[in-house]
Every structure is written in C-alpha cells, then in structure tokens.
C-alpha cells in the first residue's frame, strides 16, 4: 500500500493556500490545516473533508506553544507549507510599532515557531519546507516597509533553516510570487487606492503549480529559490 504524503498548511482559507491544499486534496495526500480558531477550523474542514485541522493563532506566536499542548499534533510531517500573510501598507513615517508588530509576527516570528515545533518530524521523514514569500521579500518600496521587512527576514529564516537542516535531509525552498490574484491583493489595491482587476495578476492556481513542482522534485535534487512574476494573459 502506497503511503500518501503528509502536509501541514497554513492560510489555507484563501489565495495560494487555498488553491495549494485543493491541488493536494485533490490528489490523495493528507493534510493537516491551521486555522487560528475552533470556529474557521471547522469550516475548513468542511470544505476539504477527510482534512485534519490544528488551532493556533499566527498573530499570536507566543501562545502556540500552549495550543499544541492541548491538541494532537500530527505524528508524520512529510511538509511544512508556510502560505499564510497578512499586508498593512503604510509609509515609515505613519506606521505604528503595533503595525509592524502585527505582520511581523504572522509574517515571519509564528513560521518560525511553527517549524520549531515540527522539525523532529520533519527530520524523521527527511521533509520539506516550503515558504511562500513575496516579491517584496527581495525588494522594498515606498509603503511597503513593514511588509517587506517581515518578508526579507522569512527569507533570512529559510536561508539559515536550509544550511542547519541540510544534514538531517530536511529540504527548504522559498517561493516568490509578484502580485497574485487573491483577498489580499484586493486589499492592497483598496490601501493603494487604485481598481482592482484580478485578470491582471497570477492566478493562485499557477503559484500552486510552482509550489508542487519544488515538492515533487525528486530527492536528488532541490530547489532554494523560486521568482514568479506576472505574464501575459489573455482578456
């Protein structure tokens, strides 16, 4: 009997996490999804049933640790999909420290709290970690500050995760998509006050392509980095 792969998803509600973890749903593997309360849980589990479903609230890093204890955490993890973000423009002048906070600590402190509680697994099954950054984690403009410093340091998180873990088989790729058509880029749009046409951006179904081909490389190989840009689409 052929085992199927396990994946812990976050943000797999909307956007890429949601296009990622129908496309592995959809093919057979077991998934176990974050949600950060009891309540979205249950609808995410309704949505994708056979999925499992593990509370803790990303804006909130400090108190995973306590919400793990209370619950089953999975046994195997074959991946960790870090997909979940969240976007507060703002110019350095005007952002307060609780906004930068706010998206650090969802954007770049819980991914690595997450993977601080699942590295035993991810070791014992020789797995992957797969980061789903942003454009803005390579560079940074006028407003974006807050978001592309917590998406600068998920790379610096990734780099050095990639180099400890190398040893212990654990493989870790950073995914970076430009814009892509989902709740938050229509939120940055209404922040940039410009219309929103989704037609315009990638399709979270093409980032979810990418996404698979780095899990499904073969073990003899790995990818670290991959940059998705917007293409020509057809109107």
Known sequence: MVRMATHVITGAGSGIGAAVARRLHARGDELVLLARDAGRAKELAAALPGARTLVGDLAEPERLSWAFSHQPMPERVDSLLHIAGIVDLGAVGDLTPKVWRA?????????????????????????????????????????????????????????????????????????????????????????????????????????????????????????????????????
């Open 103 to 235: 998206q650090l600590d969802v954007n770049l402190v819980a991914p690595a709290e997450l993977t601080r509680h699942l590295l035993p697994q991810l070791r014992l099954s020789q797995g992957q970690v797969i980061f789903v950054n942003s454009g803005a984690g390579l560079a940074a403009h006028a407003d974006w500050s807050a978001y592309a410093a917590s998406k600068h340091g998920l790379k610096a998180l990734a780099d050095a995760l990639r180099e400890e873990e190398q040893g212990a088989g654990v493989r870790v790729t950073s995914v970076y998509p430009g814009r892509t058509a989902s709740p938050m880029q229509a939120k940055v749009h209404q922040q940039e006050g410009k219309e929103y046409d989704a037609a315009a951006w990638i399709d979270p179904e093409s980032v979810a392509t990418t996404v698979l081909s780095a899990l499904d490389l073969p073990r003899d190989a790995a990818v670290h980095d991959l940059t998705v840009r917007p293409g020509r689409r057809a109107r």
